[in-house]
């Protein structure tokens, strides 16, 4: 099981890049793939710089685990700016940017098995962020897509770090997060074989239903934090149906606001760290900028409970956590 999210994630990377290889994309790809790629060679130099100045700096005050999380982060969310700069089908976008993320986080815990580490990495995401937050015409993309890939770490990341002060004397309910993660990318996966939007949603959730019952058992959850679970996919269906109503739009922020306070009612701030993960498994499949609104909206509150609990004890995390925050408040 410990390498189950990395052969999900692999898998996922190689099915986007199946799907940009598709003739009606593959054309699009060759035209802007030079101007791009020369456009953020110069954009990131800058970037690049500054990412191996701080990480010398983690290294000497936190140590080497902590400069190379920082260091990996920083890439990562490069990459993901530059594929959803070149990849011109959002399907292909938001698997490669899942399958990505889950890479980058189970990956690197199996490397380093260091909590600060990991809160470096999320870091780094964040530093790219910022810097793609200021951006202009061609830039766009790659600011919203930068932003969806550290939302997804950050997503990712905090039921991890909180299951170290919640669960000390269960150290396997970490993994839990990759397992319910991998578990939404493979419904996302599948709901691509069928035609429309709105079929594979239903497909996807359908899946993801039975997966995340599954998984809560075999971590032996209760009915509690399953219901966590399928809020979040709740909020995500919510987000479907409310992206192009004008109308609707104070809804979203009322059923994201009901399903806060269930999830936090059922299983307190780890379920609402598990509602905010299963409303982000679907991202393969639901619109995209609606949805990256949303998530942002759910990890900044994530970020904010997480102060509250013992963790913010630890200065080094503390600081790290208000880093990952600073892109959300730009």
Do not use: C, H
């Not at 493979?186 to 599954?214: D, P, Q």
């Amino acid at each position: 099981m410990l390498y189950l999210p990395v052969i999900v994630s692999l898998f996922a990377l190689v099915f986007a890049f199946f799907l940009i290889g598709r003739p009606e994309i593959k054309k699009n790809f060759s035209i802007i793939r030079e101007r791009v790629v020369s456009y953020l060679k110069k954009q990131y130099k800058p970037i690049g710089l500054i990412l191996v100045i701080l990480f010398f700096i983690l290294w000497l005050t936190l140590g080497f685990k902590a400069g190379l999380g920082l260091l990996v982060g920083g890439v990562a969310s490069g990459l993901a700016a530059f594929m959803g700069m070149i990849i011109s089908r959002d399907t292909a976008i938001r698997l490669s940017i899942a399958g990505l993320g889950l890479l980058t986080v189970s990956g690197f815990r199996i490397l380093t098995q260091d909590l600060t580490a990991l809160m470096a990495l999320g870091v780094g995401a964040s530093i790219i962020t910022i810097f793609a937050k200021f951006s202009k015409r061609i830039q766009t993309k790659a600011a919203l897509t930068a932003n969806l890939f550290q939302t997804y770490l950050v997503i990712l990341l905090a039921p991890m770090i909180l299951s170290t002060v919640i669960f000390p004397q269960n150290p396997r309910i970490i993994l839990f997060p990759l397992i319910l993660a991998s578990v939404g990318i493979l419904a996302s996966i599948m709901a691509t074989f069928f035609n429309g939007v709105y079929k594979g949603l239903v497909i996807s959730t359908l899946l993801a239903v039975i997966g995340f019952w599954l998984v809560v058992q075999n971590f032996n959850f209760g009915v509690r934090v399953y219901l966590a679970a399928l809020i979040g996919l709740a909020i995500a269906w919510a987000m479907f149906i409310t992206a192009k109503g004008r109308k609707l739009r104070a809804l979203p922020i009322i059923l994201i606001s009901i399903g806060v306070l269930a999830s936090f009612a059922l299983a307190g701030i780890y379920g609402l760290t598990i509602t905010a993960l299963a409303m982000l498994s679907l991202i393969g499949i639901i619109t995209f900028k609606n949805y990256v609104l949303a998530s942002a909206g759910l990890a900044v509150l994530v970020l904010f409970l997480i102060f509250t609990q013992d963790i913010a004890s630890s200065s080094k995390l503390l600081i790290g956590a208000m880093i990952i925050g600073i892109p959300y408040k730009l």
